[in-house]
């Protein structure tokens, strides 16, 4: 099943953006994991529509109904499975859509490949709506982490051009604390502010702008992953590409490692309280597939969302001609910042499942 990633805890999920509700199911949940529901909650917050001008102006509550999994709020073993219930649907919005397919959107390679009954009301089962309930699962993930003393957390690298302050060398759950509880996710506040700017301008212009989310995780031991095929950054980048509108992922220097000489990219091997350690990160906390117990830093590019209302050339289907598109209706101005918390969220869910392989099913 293509919405479905994992090995040992599986996740899965369902739904359309103006259907009835959206939802996921988890298998292989450790028992007896209380969930924080006031902790969820606020996770679940940050990626919540309507909250700003830097966002859709549709209003969603986003509270999750769970309807197997949990008994007093602690796994039971059982699959667990939560549902949300849609509320905002302007569906009207996105009639035209039906014939004449907004560009860089998947309106049209969905309508190739199921014939025309793919349901794309606010882009369906490819909308950015379905990364509420992959926020629930790494939410629960995060919590579960978090008590065997590893951490996940994020920031808005970049907007357009405009790029924070990078993630120190050990990035401290404190950090991650103090980033998740600003309107814009940032280190730097003074990026923040003109990053603000550029979405803003963004908008006021009728169209959009892309970013670049940074995520790092801490207190991972090493020894973590499989050679080749079954590496961390496969199984990370796999998870992390079925974000909507996520087109790129690197870890560590990525790319830009491509630019430098050895003796510049190598990460000298040192000794930190008797511990292994290197002295830099450009391999991103993973050598060869497998960690090497510094922290795990990935970066994802987010296209600039493709709904704008700038005119845009595209193609009638029904008439078989050239035409122009304008697109009505509640669009962000900007994915990423919302789609930090989502980032943490894949990478808390993969990395519980790999830790769950280390420790052979169990913790």
Same mark, same amino acid.
């Given at each position: ?13 369902? *739904?359309?953006?103006? *259907? ?84 860089? =959107? ?10 025309? =009954? ?6 369906? =089962? ?44 050990? +990035? ?65 980048? $796999? ?64 296209? +600039?969302?493709?709904?704008? $209302?700038? +005119? ?18 509640? =669009?962000?101005p900007c994915i990423a910042h919302r789609a930090v918390p989502v980032v943490e969220a894949v990478t808390a869910a993969v990395l519980l499942d790999l830790l769950m392989e280390g420790n052979h099913g169990t913790f």
């Amino acid at each position: 099943m293509s919405s479905e990633f994992g090995r040992l805890i599986k996740i899965s999920v369902f *739904g359309q953006s103006h *259907g009835e509700a959206i939802g996921v199911v988890i298998d292989g949940l450790p028992a007896g994991e209380a969930v924080d529901m006031e902790e969820l909650a606020a996770f679940l917050d940050r990626r919540r529509p309507g909250k700003s001008p830097l966002s859709t102006s549709r209003q969603e509550a986003d509270a999750p109904e769970f309807l197997s999994g949990l008994v007093d709020g602690v796994t039971c073993g059982a699959p667990l499975c939560a549902v949300i219930r849609n509320s905002g649907q302007r569906s009207g919005d996105y009639r035209e859509l039906a014939q004449r397919p907004r560009p860089a =959107h998947a309106d049209y390679t969905a309508r190739v490949k199921w014939g025309g =009954h793919a349901d794309m009301r606010g882009g369906g =089962h490819f909308s950015g709506r379905l990364t509420a309930p992959l926020c629930i699962a790494g939410g629960i993930a995060k919590q579960i982490l978090a008590r065997r003393g590893v951490h996940v957390g994020a920031h808005l690298a970049a907007v357009g051009t405009v790029e924070d302050a990078p993630f120190p060398l050990y +990035p401290s759950p404190a950090l991650f604390a103090a980033v998740a509880a600003k309107q814009l996710p940032v280190i730097d506040d003074g990026a923040g502010e003109r990053m603000q700017a550029l979405i803003l301008t963004a908008r006021q212009e009728q169209d959009s702008v892309g970013g670049v989310v940074e995520c790092a995780a801490v207190g991972l031991p090493a020894g973590l992953g499989e050679p080749m095929f079954g590496g961390v950054e496969n199984r990370l980048a $796999a998870a992390l590409f079925g974000i909507p509108a996520v087109k790129g992922v690197e870890f560590g220097a990525g790319f830009a490692a491509a630019r430098l000489r050895g003796s510049e990219a190598n990460d000298p091997f040192v000794l930190q309280d008797g511990e292994v350690r290197t002295a830099g990160n450009h391999a991103g906390g993973i050598l060869g597939g497998i960690t090497d117990g510094m922290p795990v830093v990935a970066r994802v590019a987010v296209k +600039p969302t493709p709904s704008i $209302a700038r +005119p845009q050339r595209t193609v009638d289907l029904a008439a078989t001609e050239e035409t122009e598109l304008s697109i009505h209706g509640r =669009h962000d101005p900007c994915i990423a910042h919302r789609a930090v918390p989502v980032v943490e969220a894949v990478t808390a869910a993969v990395l519980l499942d790999l830790l769950m392989e280390g420790n052979h099913g169990t913790f």
